[in-house]
């Protein structure tokens, strides 16, 4: 992850692809991997490993459900995205939750339900916004512009 996130993209793809070939049964490895695939132009393969997560650790921790629903998310996938949100307990819910989770709503048509949860995440986090959010190494262009459009 750390070589991804710091402009070593192929380093971090090889060491990813490493790490699976060590333990290809590794739901960590493949959820942090779904994460990251779609900085390698790889959504679709990220979507169907954190498929692969998801049956090897159904009672994955809230910070491997983030990566999985980021996977689902960057490969256009956004039923199985808000399958993966709603397991998230919303009293335990931090700002990247909310902005996804209005991101999956206004991709799936329910604005209600988006606008609400902007509205709760703005009255959590004040300074909270779609382009802080979005802001960071891990969001590519293209995705970055679709997520403020929405």
Known sequence: MALARHSHPERGQAEFEEALRL??????????????????GLPEKGADMAKQAIRLNPAAAPSAIRFIRGAFIAADRYEEALAVHNRLAKEKYVDPDYIDGAIIMA????????KALVAEGVERYP???????TGTSDWGEADRAKAVAQ
């Open 127 to 133: 300074d909270l916004t779609i382009e802080s959010w």
């Open 23 to 40: 333990n290809p049964n590794s739901a960590d490895v493949l959820t942090r991997y779904a994460y990251w695939a779609a900085a390698f």
């Open 107 to 114: 991709q799936l048509n329910r604005g209600e339900g988006a």
